[in-house]
Structures are given as structure tokens and as C-alpha cells.
């Protein structure tokens, strides 16, 4: 069976029984992504066409880290007090717009100003498509739903930074306007298909101001919740590595740029024809089962790093071992965060979560950076062996305790239904 009758027959088995507006939802997840140009791209851009040194495009890349950190908990907030839709529609004009505006942009102040803008308004669509996807999803199927998303932004990723650079030939201008366009599109796809799916809009009038309300104090409070986000955090402090220190650590060794392209171009690669087989498998297991051997797949893929040398096999190994590691966990750690979240604080949730991977983002290549530069390779990917056998008996623990319900003046919020993976 060729390649791509296999993938669709593969969505097809995986998707079978999705609401009809999810996959709506999914659809605009993915026009987004195919149009996904300028993050990929703006290092290349800043330091090659506008002529910037390397340490301005790092700390350009800090500011739209930053802005995503603020968009995951305004966002959230807004998610659940204005409405899943009417956040998703505003953060994606408003990431159209920054967009463009960057591309006409000049001076290294008011590119990174625009920069920051671009990644708060970015980042602020997450919490509410997560959201949308656990209001519009039974439990027991989301962990399916959560993989055909990350699915759909692996395909998109790897599409667009394969034809970004073809585009950049033409000018880098290019780039930005055509991601501002499928950005825009993206809305006009949620816009037409996809309603408003808060919990509060098909509630009796009045009981929602009867029901407790819930603040984000409420949700730093969640002591089980917030030890997902803290493991999910260690997670992704590792995940970080690999666009980070993993290409110094390559040069290191007399390894090309060419040659990193190709090793970790087998990220995208595997995501994309092994996610939906692999969640077809995971399908009925056990879901600390699933978020132990994925933690271990994540660390100890990285940490066998220190064995690659100079071979380029090696380091594709490696690579491989810690994707499969990324397919099993992500979808399954999305689906244990919706069971964490009352219906009402899904966006505060959400945004919570998703702040793990912004402050990943801006600690990750920090600390693995001063790491190996003063305690060397092996410290470094020891390291990351350990978070990940840390990550793993962590996740043992929370296994064996139910998530409780938030307490919000003295009324318990409704817990959410347990299911297993």
C-alpha cells in the first residue's frame, strides 16, 4: 500500500467517531501549521538577510519565549471568562497581524518588540484549542483526539520547513505574508465551523453564577495537578536539548550543520508516520504504563547521546529512541491534564500547563548550554537520563492518587471522570 493510503487509512482507524467539529477544529490546526514559516525561520532571517549578530536573534528568541510564557496564563484566563472561540479568533488575527507587521519591521528595537508580540499572540490560541478539544471529546477518547491534533502540527511543521526555504529565495517578505494568510485563514475556518464549546453557553440560565468560581490561585492550589506540570516541566527541560545543545554537541564532534539537518529532520519524520499506529497500540493500556515508558524513552534516548562519538548513526539512534518517547507522552499528558480540569478552569488549566513549556523554553538551552560547556557531554546527557528516571517515578506516584476536586470556598468542583488511556 503506498505511503499516504496508508496514512489516511491510519486517520481513518484513528478517528473514527470524533465529533465532526473537532475535525473542523483539527483542520484549522493544521492550515495554521502548514503556514508556520516565520518561527522556523526568524534565526536565519535576523542573522543572514538583516545582518544581526547571533546573540541578538537569542534574544529575540527570549522574547517571544516571554510572550508565550504571559499568553498561557492571560489566555487561559480569557479561555474561560470570554469564551473558547472569541480567544482562539483574537489570538489568530492578532498573530496575522503582528506577523506582517514584523515583516515590514526595521531597527533591532522594534523588531524585538514585535517579536514579543508575535509570541503572546501566538501562544494564546493553545489554551483555548486545548480546551475546545476536552469539552468537544469524551474522556476516554481524548487521548486519540490529543494525537491527531500533535499529529496535524507535525505535518504542518515538516511541510512548511520544507518549503520555507524554497520560499525565502523569493525574499523573506515572502514568508511572512503568506504565514499571516493561512494564520487569518485558520480563523476564518473556526469562524464558519467551529461554535462556541464552554460549558457555560448550553448551562440554565443562572447556574453558572451559582457555581463556585475559580480564580488561577485555585489552580496553583491543585497539588496533583501541579505535580503533572512540574514532571511535565522536567520533561520538557530535556526535550529542549534537542534543538539546543544537541547540534553543539554534533559540531563538537565534527559533524556538520548538513548532518544535524538530516538527524533531526527524523523528529518530524517518525511523528508523522508513527503517530497514529502508535496510538492505535496505546489504545486500552494503562496510562501510567504509557507516561512511565515514555518519560524513560525521552531521557535515556537523550542520555545515550554520550555514546554517539562522531557517528551520525549514532546520534540518528538516538533521535529515534526519544521521538517514540515524545509520540507515546504528549498525547497522553494533554489527556491527564483535561482529566485534572474542572469543565469551568479548562483554559486556566490548559494555560498553566502550556507556561511548562515556556519556561522550558527559556531555562532548557540555558541551563544544558552552561552545562556542557563547563561539566562536559556526559554530565549533560547523564543529566537527562536522570530527569528522565526521575520524570518516571513521578509519574508512578501520581498514578496511585485520583486527581481531587479543587476546593473553592469550602464547595468541592465537580471531579472529573477517570479513565485509563
Not at 16 to 31: C, H, I, N
Not at 58 to 65: E, I, N
Not at 163 to 182: E, N, Q, S
Not at 225 to 245: C, D, E, I, K, R
Request: hydrophobic share 55%.
Amino acid at each position: 500500500m503506498p505511503l499516504l493510503a496508508r496514512l489516511a487509512s491510519e486517520a481513518r482507524r484513528a478517528g473514527g467517531g470524533l465529533p465532526r467539529r473537532f475535525w473542523w477544529l483539527w483542520t484549522s490546526t493544521l492550515v495554521n501549521r502548514l503556514g508556520g514559516f516565520v518561527v522556523t525561520f526568524l534565526a536565519m532571517y535576523l542573522t543572514h538577510e538583516r545582518g544581526y549578530s547571533a546573540a541578538y536573534a537569542g534574544l529575540v528568541a527570549s522574547l517571544f519565549g516571554l510572550g508565550s510564557a504571559v499568553a498561557a496564563i492571560g489566555a487561559g484566563v480569557l479561555t474561560d471568562r470570554l469564551g473558547r472561540r472569541p480567544t482562539l479568533l483574537a489570538a489568530q488575527v492578532a498573530t496575522a497581524l503582528f506577523t506582517a507587521v514584523l515583516g515590514f519591521t526595521d531597527g533591532p528595537v522594534a523588531i524585538a518588540a514585535v517579536a514579543f508580540l508575535v509570541g503572546l499572540a501566538s501562544n494564546a490560541s493553545r489554551p483555548a484549542v486545548s480546551a475546545m478539544i476536552a469539552d468537544l471529546v469524551p474522556a476516554a477518547d481524548r487521548v486519540r483526539a490529543y494525537a491527531l491534533n500533535y499529529w496535524a502540527i507535525n505535518i504542518g511543521f515538516g511541510a512548511s520547513a520544507a518549503v520555507a526555504g524554497l520560499i525565502a529565495v523569493h525574499g523573506y517578505l515572502t514568508l511572512f505574508l503568506l504565514d499571516a494568510a493561512t494564520t487569518l485563514l485558520c480563523a476564518v475556518v473556526v469562524f464558519v465551523k467551529v461554535p462556541e464549546t464552554r460549558p457555560e453557553a448550553a448551562a440554565p440560565a443562572g447556574a453558572a453564577a451559582q457555581a463556585p468560581q475559580v480564580g488561577l490561585g485555585t489552580v496553583f492550589r491543585d497539588g496533583p495537578f501541579m505535580a503533572v506540570v512540574a514532571v511535565n516541566l522536567l520533561l520538557a527541560l530535556v526535550v529542549q536539548q534537542g534543538s539546543t545543545t544537541l547540534p553543539v554537541d554534533m559540531g563538537a564532534h565534527g559533524l556538520s550543520a548538513a548532518r544535524f539537518g538530516l538527524v533531526i529532520s527524523l523528529n518530524g519524520v517518525l511523528i508523522v508516520l508513527l503517530q497514529l499506529p502508535l496510538t492505535r497500540l496505546m489504545e486500552g493500556r494503562d496510562r501510567t504504563a504509557l507516561l512511565v515508558a515514555g518519560a524513560l524513552l525521552t531521557g535515556w534516548g537523550f542520555g545515550l547521546t554520550a555514546l554517539a562519538g562522531s557517528s551520525a548513526a549514532l546520534y540518528a539512534l538516538t533521535v529515534a529512541i526519544w521521538t517514540i518517547g515524545e509520540i507515546v507522552t504528549a498525547p497522553t499528558m494533554m489527556a491527564l491534564v483535561a482529566e485534572h480540569s474542572p469543565a469551568r478552569a479548562r483554559g486556566r488549566y490548559q494555560g498553566v500547563y502550556s507556561l511548562s513549556w515556556s519556561l522550558a523554553s527559556f531555562a532548557g538551552p540555558l541551563g544544558g548550554g552552561l552545562l556542557l560547556q563547563y561539566a562536559g557531554s556526559w554530565a549533560l546527557w547523564g543529566g537527562c537520563a536522570a530527569a528522565g528516571t526521575l520524570a518516571a517515578v513521578a509519574f508512578v506516584a501520581i498514578g496511585r492518587r485520583r486527581p481531587r476536586p479543587p476546593v473553592v470556598d469550602g464547595a468541592a468542583l465537580p471531579t472529573p471522570v477517570k479513565t485509563a488511556a
